[in-house]
């Protein structure tokens, strides 16, 4: 098949079009007619939208990535203020009767405590941006806390059901109604 030369702006409009073709479950070759160029070009072609499409893709989970991270930031600095806030001393002045601050009084500081919601909210933010940034170890599973069943539906096997139950080993599947 002869192939034609294409420019800049066809090999992106193809490009387009070879995407939607191909989500739409068309074949290479099917393409390759459409648009006139070669099962090989319709294969490069579809590569570098691939590649694309994966960058994007990557690139787009970054950005996500950073714009939750900034949304938890600015909520651990409220928490953060909050918490200054409530933690700053109660100055008291002596006043007269009519509750004026006497001149030369004695001022008394007292010590405030912050709210401890305040301080669950603040490790809530840096749970949350531990596990956005994968820092926090994986979970372990113990294969033998594991228990399922599984049903087939198949004629030969309906009615029988496959436990895996741990056994001396810890591994040992069973099949009710079945002898080993």
């Known amino acids: 098949m002869a192939t034609r030369t294409r420019t800049p702006l066809q090999i992106e409009q193809d490009r387009a079009r070879i995407a939607t073709l191909v989500l739409q479950g068309r074949e290479h070759a099917e393409i390759a007619l459409e648009l006139g160029v070669s099962r090989q070009q319709v294969t490069y072609d579809l590569k570098v939208i691939k590649d694309r499409w994966a960058s994007r893709t990557t690139m787009d989970l970054d950005q996500a990535k950073a714009d939750e991270l900034v949304k938890i930031d600015r909520l651990e600095r409220t928490y953060w203020d909050a918490w200054e806030l409530q933690c700053t001393p109660q100055v008291y002045r002596a006043v007269d009767g009519d509750g004026n601050p006497i001149l030369g009084g004695e001022e008394v500081q007292v010590p405030q405590t912050g709210d401890p919601k305040l301080l669950a909210g603040i490790l809530s933010c840096i749970d949350r941006r531990c596990k956005?940034?994968?820092?926090?170890?994986?979970?372990?599973?113990?294969?033998?806390?594991?228990?399922?069943?599984?049903?087939?539906?198949?004629?030969?096997?309906?009615?029988?059901?496959?436990?895996?139950?741990?056994?001396?080993?810890?591994?040992?599947?069973?099949?009710?109604?079945?002898?080993?």
């Open 132 to 180: 956005l940034l994968g820092l926090d170890a994986p979970i372990k599973l113990d294969p033998g806390d594991l228990h399922f069943t599984i049903t087939f539906d198949t004629p030969q096997k309906e009615g029988e059901i496959l436990e895996h139950q741990p056994g001396s080993n810890g591994h040992t599947p069973a099949l009710n109604g079945a002898s080993h």
